[in-house]
T-cell receptor, first 114, second 118 residues
């Protein structure tokens, strides 16, 4: 079983739609949680961190449920420019680095159409 | 300021050939990570350096993979006797993460080297 699991999609939605991505992780020792965005043939870029209390950044809302080991991302009023792959990421502690290494999910592809 | 750079951006190798991939991290960043991203998959951790010390190489898929960072700045990932299954994008990331500093610091990724083994 993969450590971080996501629905690979693709999700095809019209502009203005609300879309939700879900993710589960298997290691309860995971320290911190993120959503990254990756455009085609580009490197991953941090979209937002995810906190237990839930957090919002403009049209994006992320939530974490540690008990269920579940992470979500909600995108409201989707734009054409939101088309990308969204990677669910957890951070695992490694020797000598309190910051840890990143464990990525497979990614969920989003395509927003006019 | 300059971000993480990697070279070459593209590499085509014949099966059995050795390759070397270079990463220039953000100046002053202590931590350096290598990840491998196969087509349609998320990146997978390969190895981690804190300055010149390689503290975790648990993700290296075989002993054909070797990484170094001799002066604690530039890093090279070397793959010997390349195989077709080595075809992937190799991503380098760096962070300021200081030894003993608790908590996560953002990893900044380079553009990657796209390796194709024929």
């Amino acid at each position: 079983r993969k450590e971080v699991e996501q629905d690979p999609g693709p999700f095809n939605v019209p502009e203005g739609a609300t879309v939700a991505f879900n993710c589960t992780y298997s290691n309860s020792a995971s320290q911190s949680f993120f959503w990254y965005r990756q455009d085609c043939r580009k490197e991953p870029k941090l979209l937002m961190s995810v906190y237990s209390s839930g957090n919002e950044d403009g049209r994006f809302t992320a939530q974490l449920n540690r008990a269920s080991q579940y992470i979500s991302l909600l995108i409201r009023d989707s734009k054409l420019s939101d088309s990308a792959t969204y990677l669910c990421v957890v951070n695992m502690r490694i020797q000598g680095n309190q910051g840890g290494k990143l464990i990525f999910g497979q990614g969920t592809e989003l395509s927003v159409k006019p | 300021g300059a971000g993480v750079s990697q070279s070459p951006r593209y590499k085509v190798a014949k099966r059995g050939q050795d390759v070397a991939l270079r990463c220039d991290p953000i100046s002053g960043h202590v931590s350096l990570f290598w990840y491998q991203q196969a087509l349609g998959q998320g990146p997978e951790f390969l190895t981690y350096f804190q300055n010149e010390a390689q503290l975790d190489k648990s993700g290296l898929p075989s002993d054909r993979f070797f990484a170094e960072r001799p002066e604690g700045s530039v890093s090279t990932l070397k793959i010997q006797r390349t195989q077709q299954e080595d075809s992937a994008v190799y991503l380098c990331a760096s962070s300021l993460q200081l030894p003993g500093l608790a908590g996560y610091e953002t990893q900044y990724f380079g553009p990657g080297t796209r390796l194709l083994v024929l």
